[in-house]
């Protein structure tokens, strides 16, 4: 079997690429997924949060790209009439700064402001009246970032798949057993299913995954899969329409229909695949975090929880999206989002198909998102909150 291009990854950075291409022009693009219901994907597990709250200038840019996408997502989206409806909300993001790091939050503020972000920088009063609901005496400041977003991820995964296998994307339901390399190029590979596939160039978007596929290329990717536990609750108060709030203490939640989505990172948790969730982290430690930060959160239910895994970059938990500056020299890389692949998903499936069918980034310059950088060791990380 041969095709022009083989992305291996159907996730949502898979699947943004994948349809990028096809509706660029691209030759005959093919995908392959091992598992196409995704149970144990990160995209269904994530968030969904969509964010111009950085400090390097890529990750803005990136942002500011995939909101007026996704906000636009079902009418691009669409294939006979039926959109993906990916219940797109604008509510906001609020960053607190309750850790001792304020400096750094407003620099961050100070840069997004130069780079076209409609921020809005809080000292504690000014928190209390824009959102009573929130304890704010132990503030030092906060940013207010009032057109970002969250989306249903999955629905956007789902909408990527079916536009790009409308466009003419062939989806392989299999997995990469080897790869054939000779003169510094990849040939073909050799699937599990036995099926031999050659083309002319390889993504790997592998997510989590990335680090031990990339070994089948001989490709070093300090990606590892760090878990993360999340839950849904429930709170008796009602309180005013909230952002997704993320404090510089760990607390991350955003409102969920009726109730609430998010938890606090155990970051001590060593890389690799756990999905036990915690028996007691809820009640002893994101319930006080919660409560803490919103008193009437003081009576809550919590409902479920769940673990998901982010594609960590453990260099510096940027995102590595470029050529292979090596061998094999026709591989080409999209993963270690390190939790923001969601949101980065439409820039990076752009930014891909630019440099693969055009040589170069042409919307955005993510060259500092290259694969030097890791034959280097050389981080390019955020500062401040992740």
């Known amino acids: 079997m041969r095709h022009d291009i083989v992305i291996i990854g159907g996730g949502i950075i898979g699947s943004s690429i994948a349809y990028h291409l096809a509706n660029a022009g691209a030759g005959d693009v093919a995908v392959i997924e091992r598992d196409p219901t995704y149970e144990i994907a990160a995209t269904p597990r994530g968030s969904g949060g969509i964010r111009q709250l950085f400090s390097l200038p ?14 636009c997502f079902d009418e691009i989206m669409a294939v006979d009439g039926e959109s993906p409806a990916i219940s ?9 700064s309750d850790g001792g790091d304020a400096a750094t939050m407003e620099a961050n503020f100070r840069n997004q402001e130069t780079l076209g972000v409609a921020a809005e920088l809080l000292d504690g009063p000014a928190l209390e009246r824009l959102f009573p609901s929130i304890r704010a005496d132990d503030v030092d400041i906060a940013v207010y970032s009032p057109n970002d977003a969250w989306i249903d991820a999955y629905a956007a995964l789902q909408g990527f798949r079916r536009k790009a296998r409308s466009l003419g994307v062939t989806y392989l339901q299999d997995e990469v057993a080897t790869a054939e390399i000779t003169d510094g190029k ?27 596929v990339g070994h089948l290329f001989g490709v070093d990717l300090p990606v590892e899969p760090m878990s993360r ?9 009602e309180l005013e329409p909230l952002p997704f709030i993320k404090s510089e203490t760990d607390l991350a939640f955003r409102p969920e229909g009726a109730g609430y989505t998010g938890g606090v990172p155990d970051w001590s948790v060593p890389a690799g ?4 969730l915690d028996p007691n982290r809820f009640e002893e430690v994101v319930w006080p975090a919660l409560a803490h930060r919103v008193p009437a959160m003081e009576t809550l239910r919590m409902e479920r929880g769940w673990r998901g895994h982010y594609a960590r970059n ?3 938990k940027s995102a590595i999206i470029g050529r292979w ?5 026709n591989l080409f890389i999209a993963t270690g989002f390190s939790g923001h692949g969601i949101m980065h998903a439409p820039a990076t499936g752009l930014a891909m198909a630019e440099l693969i069918l055009g040589g170069r980034f042409e919307t955005m310059d993510l060259a ?3 694969t030097g950088r890791i034959l280097r060791r050389e981080p390019y990380a955020e500062m401040g909150i992740v």
Not at 63 to 71: D, I, K, N, S, W
Not at 190 to 206: K, N, P, Q, Y
Request: aromatic share 18%; glycine share 10%.
């Open 229 to 237: 536990e999340s839950y849904f609750f429930r709170c008796e108060a």
């Open 325 to 329: 500056e090596g061998e094999p020299a």
């Open 273 to 276: 695949w756990n999905w036990e």
């Open 186 to 212: 990849v040939g073909a590979i050799l699937c599990a299913s036995g099926e031999r596939i050659e083309a002319d160039l390889f993504v790997l978007a592998t997510g989590a995954w990335s680090g031990e």
């Open 314 to 316: 453990s260099l510096d």
């Open 368 to 370: 500092r998102f290259g």
């Open 58 to 71: 890529e990750n803005v840019a990136m942002t500011r790209h995939g909101l007026p996408f996704y906000e």
């Open 88 to 96: 797109f909300r604008r509510q906001g993001y609020l960053f607190v």
